[in-house]
């Protein structure tokens, strides 16, 4: 079986690059990296890929030379996990990666394609919410975006289905949601939990109420494997849900136990909660903010609410899975900070 991946330097392709190499040898994958990295994190699972010996393609999506399919060997399963997920940057053409430039690449492999099998990572954040209703997110829920990358990438799950009928490919889709393990992004939950802690910061010490669903990096690797390589409905998408969603509050308790932090916990009345629940939800009061106030208010309507609670039962169903527990789960993704 033989793979291209896309987005291999990122957090989960680094890790399916190295789970595709174990199962199918290291010569049936090919890996797409951009031309530069963004961060040290970056780089240093490029070099790492790279000394192991890894046929690596350097491109930009957005960018792509004419040549390009001179330069991909023939593929049985397309990985595309490439994208710009950095929901705090103001420069919303940045996420143009993920819909433009799944289009484009999609066009630069049509002669491959054919027969062939696309796997596309996409996210929670392309579904969102328009109200707090709390209802873990099925596959048919409906779609409110609300964030750049949100939009973005619910459009390229557009092109994604299109493109199968111009070019004869079959598509997964994957939507994901919070995905942590060691090496997790930068800005992100995972090292805002850890920081906050540290610097004893009001973030650490609230009772926020909102679950937050966690997979881990490997767990999303293996499924992602299946999902290219095993007999399940095609032409489908899936959420993929651990069951595993502490609330926040539970889930900084936790890492403070795991780490040997002592937190001092605030317990806020609920009432408190409803009223901020209340504030974030207003009717058409989201799209009127600024920029870095409505990312505020998307950020606390996942705190205060289960913003990112997904229903995996579909996929659960064609691909049984026993996950990782939590307590392994952040052990694996702390293990630098473990004393």
């Not at 240093?44 to 040549?67: S, T």
């Not at 990438?153 to 060691?182: C, F, H, Q």
Request: proline fraction near 5%; charged fraction near 20%.
């Amino acid at each position: 079986m033989r793979s291209l991946v896309t987005g291999a330097s990122g957090f989960i392709g680094s890790r399916l690059a190295q789970t595709l190499s174990k199962r199918f040898g290291q010569s049936n994958v090919q890996l797409l990296f951009p031309p530069l990295p963004k961060h040290a994190k970056e780089k240093k699972r490029a070099d790492e890929l790279a000394l192991f010996g890894f046929d690596i393609v350097y491109a930009d999506l957005l960018k792509l030379p004419a040549d390009f399919s001179d330069h991909i060997k023939p593929f049985d399963v397309l990985y595309h996990l490439a994208a710009f997920g950095e929901t705090e940057s103001k420069d919303i053409h940045l996420n143009d990666v993920n819909d433009i430039g799944t289009q484009m690449l999609l066009s630069a492999l049509s002669r491959r394609l054919k027969r062939a099998r696309m796997v596309f990572t996409s996210t929670l954040a392309a579904v969102d919410r328009s109200f707090p209703d709390n209802m873990p997110l099925s596959e048919d829920y409906p779609c409110h975006p609300r964030t750049a990358y949100g939009i973005s990438k619910l459009k390229a799950e557009a092109n994604v289905k299109s493109g199968a009928d111009l070019m004869g490919y079959e598509w997964i889709i994957l939507r994901l949601p919070t995905i942590i393990g060691a090496g997790y992004r930068s800005g992100g939950l995972m090292e805002a939990i850890v920081e906050s802690l540290r610097r004893h910061t009001l973030f650490a010490r609230l009772n926020w109420p909102g679950r937050i669903e966690v997979v881990h990096v490997n767990d999303v690797a293996e499924i992602l494997v299946r999902t290219g390589t095993t007999p399940i409905p095609i032409n489908t998408l899936f959420h993929l849900s651990s069951g595993i969603a502490p609330t926040l509050d539970d889930l900084i308790r936790q890492t403070a136990q795991l780490l040997n932090v002592k937190r001092k916990r605030i317990a806020v009345p609920s009432f408190f909660w409803s009223l901020i629940n209340k504030i974030i939800w207003i009717p058409h009061l989201f799209e009127a903010l600024p920029f870095n106030l409505r990312l505020l208010f998307w950020r606390l309507s996942l705190m205060v609410t289960d913003g990112f609670v997904g229903n995996g039962a579909f996929l659960s169903r064609v691909i049984p899975y026993k996950f990782m527990r939590l307590r392994e789960m952040l052990r694996e993704t702390y293990q630098e900070h473990i004393k």
